[in-house]
């Protein structure tokens, strides 16, 4: 059984920066994050492969976010900088043992319980 538990949201100022992380049990191989702001669908945000050679963005977040990983600790990590209120979210990291990095909800099996962001102007 796989579980992912998510953690490092807060609030902070426009331009700043966060750290979100993801811890993992159990065996996986492709992770990602999405976001759902209050009335919207939940997006994708960035994803990378097991290796984390590759890695995907959104257009949004390009340049700002930085995804990454720690197998040996089972845990990827979302590093955002030049943060805008625009990136007001509750964020989730969701894990497929699947090996296609997607974009779609429905491309992942795991989830965590989310962690709230909030950029204020």
Known sequence: ????????GGMVQAGGSLRLSCAASGRIFTMG???????????????????????????????RFTISRDNAKNT????????????????????????????RTGDYDYWGQGTQVTVSS
């Open 1 to 8: 059984q796989v579980q992912l538990v998510a953690s490092g």
């Open 33 to 63: 994050w999405f976001r759902q702001a209050p009335g919207k669908e939940r997006d994708f945000v960035a994803a990378l492969t097991w290796s984390g050679s590759s890695t995907y963005y959104a257009d949004s977040v390009k340049g």
């Open 76 to 103: 990827m990590y979302l590093q955002m900088n030049s943060l805008k209120p625009e990136d007001t979210a509750v964020y989730y990291c969701a894990a497929t043992t699947g090996w296609i990095a997607g974009t």
